[in-house]
């Protein structure tokens, strides 16, 4: 990971490759932002370095990126300016996502460079937070399997890799000039970006990683390396401990791969009478859709159906290392769906770890499957609140595109604290009903309930599904990332392509809001 320090020296006075500054978009051209840090550059430049940026084309847009020499004798020999946008009305600092997204591009643009200075505009610790997220963010970069002269590399330990960058491919070294506030402060803030930021990588690489290196039996040992590392309790149950257990759905979803499933339970535990929130992950290492095969050019981005599982990885171990006041618990449902001759097939029936008995009319709906049994597990340790996540439905997708998760809950409040909190962080998401009158559409002739229902509406339907298996009392929130869980175009802002950890800082978030009490709000 790239390494963050925070400095009260100068912009112009910090050894580095490159200084980032910010600007804003004018009538005429960029506009500077204000500030100290800016002022002191642009004096550098004779007080032209708006027209010089002019002159090259910038005119401040969010997120354009626009790279100037330094003027001799400063400290950096590179100048890089980044849009912000429009300037933000009553003199008000600019907006947290729109200086993280303008953290993540810039630290993008920088690529392999050892060391940038970030001095963009700094009105509170809230600004402060969101540079430090946007750059550390924005120069993750993930080549575990580049090979060397032809030869191809197995996956490298996390352990293993030189946060210096030695040869890295990506942004060594991130200090933010231009602090607010008082240093103890500065020190706290600085170290929850580095936190969510390390944990959001967890999780994208996880999502990066081929699905012949990353199988359940896999994902599962990186969970027991986490849990060891940073103090958490685990257990895993394998095929044997699954069957013995009962556990239906995802034995079923399991059953036509050489790679058995797995459910894990990961816990930080805080403090007795501390309140509880209980995460569950969607963990389909690899989706073929099974016996109903996905269609051509369907599976190539099929390595990323666990990204829930790796959210909620991250979450727990980022409470853990963050100290929160509450006790959180994941449990990670993995299974590869695969076809072979002893797959589960349409028109199948499984008996579910709750007791109830499943019709799979389609088997690549086999996510609600794992997650079922998993949500059934979780509400027996009766925890206050209960959220899954899962890359569930390409009907959420077509509901709200490619960057917005769907957000479904039991609890009309607890709906609004998950979207609340997910707005907080930068991630977008969207309040969805669950129409009581669409469950009709899963019943079932020789079930108590079929897998899959309405074709309309399906990311709703899907939902409804697991409400099934949500214990009565629990209160329960879904998030469907299907959309943002994985980018395919060109990376923007802080997003890469690939494996983006959509949910983490949310998830993170939230289990924050729960330690403060906002459970019983």
Not at 266 to 287: E, F, S
């Amino acid at each position: 990971m790239t390494v963050l320090t925070l400095s009260d020296s100068s912009a112009a006075k910090v050894r580095a490759d490159a200084v980032v500054v910010g600007i804003a978009k004018g009538e005429d051209g960029p506009l500077l932002t204000s500030g100290q840090e800016v002022s002191a550059l642009d004096a550098a430049f004779g007080g032209k370095l708006a027209a010089t940026l002019g002159t090259l084309g910038a005119k401040g847009a969010a997120d354009e990126v626009t790279k100037v020499p330094a003027p001799e004798k400063f400290g950096s020999p590179l100048v890089v300016a980044v849009g912000l946008g429009s300037l933000p009305e009553g003199g008000e600092g600019f907006e947290a996502e729109t200086l993280r997204r303008a953290a993540g591009s810039a630290a993008r643009a920088l690529g392999s460079l050892e060391h940038a200075v970030f001095a963009l505009p700094l009105a509170d610790a809230a600004a402060l937070a969101a540079v430090a997220e946007g750059a550390l963010l924005g120069a993750y970069s993930f080549s575990d399997f580049r090979g060397t002269d032809g030869d191809a590399k197995g996956r490298k330990s996390r352990k293993g890799k030189d946060a210096k960058g030695s040869g890295a491919d990506h942004l060594a070294e991130v200090t933010v000039v231009g602090l607010p506030g008082k240093a103890k402060a500065h020190k706290d803030v600085a170290e929850r970006a580095r936190v969510l930021a390390e944990e959001t990588a967890r999780t994208r690489d996880l999502v990066n990683t081929p699905p012949n290196a990353l199988t359940p039996e896999v994902f599962a040992a990186e969970a027991q390396a986490a849990a060891k590392e940073h103090g958490l309790k685990i257990e895993v149950l394998d095929e044997q401990a699954l069957a013995k257990g009962g556990y239906g759905g995802i034995l079923g979803v399991g059953q036509g791969s050489q790679s058995p499933p797995r459910l894990v339970r990961i816990a930080y535990t805080h403090a007795k009478g501390a309140p509880t929130l209980a995460l569950v992950g969607k963990g389909i290492t690899y989706d073929s859709g099974g016996i109903s095969l996905k269609p051509a050019g369907h599976n190539e981005t099929m390595k990323c159906d666990m990204a829930g599982a790796g959210a909620v990885l991250s979450a727990v171990v980022a409470a853990a290392r963050l100290g929160l006041k509450a006790n959180v618990t994941g449990w990670l449902a993995l299974a590869e769906n695969m076809p072979s001759g002893s797959a589960t097939r349409p028109g199948d029936v499984l008996t579910m770890y709750s007791g109830r008995t499943v019709e799979v009319l389609n088997t690549d709906a086999e996510g609600r499957l794992v997650m079922a049994d998993a949500i059934t597990r979780a509400c027996e340790e009766e925890p206050d609140a209960l959220v899954d996540v899962a890359t569930l439905t390409g009907a959420m997708m077509v509901a709200l595109g490619k960057r917005i998760f769907g957000v479904m809950a039991n609890d009309d409040a607890f709906r609004e604290l998950v979207h609340t909190s997910a707005a907080e962080t930068g991630e977008q998401s969207w309040p969805m009903p669950l129409p009581d009158e669409m469950i009709d559409s899963m019943k079932s002739s020789v079930a108590d309930i079929a897998n899959v229902g309405d074709r309309m509406g399906g990311g709703l339907a899907a939902g409804l599904f697991l409400r099934e298996f949500v214990s009565e009392g629990t209160t329960w929130a879904h998030l469907d990332i299907a959309g943002p869980a994985f980018h395919e175009g060109a990376p923007f802002g802080y997003t890469p392509k690939g494996g983006t950890g959509t949910a983490v800082r949310a998830l993170v978030r939230l289990a924050e809001r729960t330690a403060d009490g906002a459970l019983n709000a």
